[in-house]
């Protein structure tokens, strides 16, 4: 049977000295459901700097009030220390407004790509059980049909094998399970369904020539990581990544091992996503990417969930691992893996890792060209400018109620603007 992080898990926060205010809310009904209209309240930590972050504070309060989502969290770091932690407005907004918490833990939506699936595949090259060229036939010899044959893991991670950007198949999979194959929804069979359909995909285009973000690129990065391992992708990342590291709040929540134990998750710390049409309930503790949940809650690009400061303790280790300090991935590896591949025509990314376009990235204007991140459809996201020695991790539940709110975007340049303006100042 598959061993996951215990639900337990997410019951856990870290204990911290925090001042809390609050002011008057009201309800006023939009687009996007139910929002706290005055003035957003907030909860703040003891920071570690005297840096002065008004005004990332300002437009957070703003993003809660306008319905840019319901809440959000943000971690500033610097030199290995957080300099800023704040929660803003409300983790779920249905059946009743519930405060956000330094501690919330999020569905981190496409951040597992980096973090989880990236990270693992990062251990296995350094553990010389895979190499970044060789090719996905290696592996699965019946990929390499429909113009694969040339895919490596290096195109994958960097997203230019040719594999479509997305397909639905999650679809299929709640249709099987409607028509009498019972069960069949967020279980094993789904899972191995899934990675036969990627393994017969059409490349969409030639092997290198160009880039095109992918989630089936990643899902296959996932299924190579258990093959790999000789096991789950969530064991993996527990026993090698989250628990050696102390990241008490961070994993995957398995569907499966939940239904077969008749338990359900805990959601009492967990920020609420979509009031989800097909599912019929709004999500929580339940992963919101519909094939990810169709694979039963464990993917290569979907289906992880932290804290803040899971993330941080994460990427502070990464930080280390860079400059030399830290033996957890080799230097020269994680260098590799942070550097923009130039060979492909146009494209911004890295190895996992997404680098700052030229103009509107979604960091903002100031950080610097040499920066890694990555974004999340929920509403995450998360930037290291590896220059100033320091990230920005936002958390937000945009996607509460409806994933159709787009608000984030406008906002999100503006946040880390702030951010990075209050460590120049």
């Not at 169709?294 to 941080?312: C, E, K, P």
Request: net charge positive; proline share 5%; glycine share 8%.
């Amino acid at each position: 049977m598959r061993r996951t992080p215990s639900a337990s898990a997410f019951r856990q926060g870290t204990t911290r000295r925090r001042a809390c205010a609050r002011t008057t809310r009201c309800r006023s009904e939009c687009a996007s459901g139910w929002i706290p209209t005055a003035a957003a309240w907030s909860r703040s930590s003891r920071p570690s700097s005297d840096v002065d972050f008004a005004r990332v504070d300002e437009v957070l309060r703003q993003g809660v009030e306008t319905g840019a989502f319901p809440g959000a969290v943000i971690l500033v770091s610097r030199a290995g220390k957080v300099a800023y932690h704040a929660a803003f407005g409300s983790r779920t907004l249905d059946p009743a407004p519930q405060p956000m918490q330094l501690d919330t833990t999020f569905d981190l939506s496409s951040l597992t790509k980096p973090l989880a699936t990236t990270t693992a595949f990062m251990l296995l090259v350094q553990e010389r059980k895979v190499r970044l060229d060789d090719r996905a036939t290696r592996f699965f010899p019946n990929f390499g049909v429909q113009g694969k044959t040339y895919v490596t893991c290096r195109h994958l991670l960097a997203h230019c094998s040719g594999l479509p950007a997305w397909r639905p198949y999650f679809r299929e999979i709640a249709r099987c399970d409607h028509e009498g194959r019972l069960n069949f929804l967020a279980s094993h069979g789904a899972k191995e369904f899934v990675y036969e359909q990627i393994h017969r995909e059409r490349a969409e285009y030639e092997t290198g020539t160009q880039s095109v973000y992918s989630d089936l690129g990643f899902m296959l990065l996932g299924e190579l990581v258990e093959l790999l391992t000789r096991g789950p992708l969530d064991r993996f990342c527990r026993d090698r990544v989250f628990r050696p590291l102390g990241l008490r709040a961070m994993g995957f929540i398995d569907l499966t091992a939940l239904r077969a134990r008749q338990i359900a998750p805990l959601a009492d710390r967990i920020a609420a996503t979509e009031r989800c049409p097909w599912r019929r309930k709004v999500l929580c503790g339940e992963v919101h990417d519909d094939n990810a949940y169709a694979m039963g809650g464990v993917a290569g690009h979907a289906g992880l969930f932290a804290s803040a400061t899971d993330i941080d303790g994460l990427v502070c280790r990464l930080r280390a691992c860079w400059r030399g300090e830290d033996d957890f991935v080799a230097p020269g590896l994680i260098r590799e893996f942070w550097t923009r591949q130039a060979a492909i025509p146009g494209s911004t990314w890295a190895l996992g890792w997404d680098t700052p376009t030229p103009e509107g990235s979604s960091a903002g204007q100031r950080i610097s060209a040499r920066s890694v991140g990555h974004l999340g459809f929920t509403g995450t996201s998360l930037w290291i400018d590896l220059e100033r020695d320091a990230h920005v991790i936002l958390l937000t539940n945009r996607v509460h109620p409806r994933r159709d709110n787009d608000a984030i975007k406008a906002l999100r340049p503006e946040v880390h603007d702030a951010a990075l303006e209050a460590l120049d100042s």
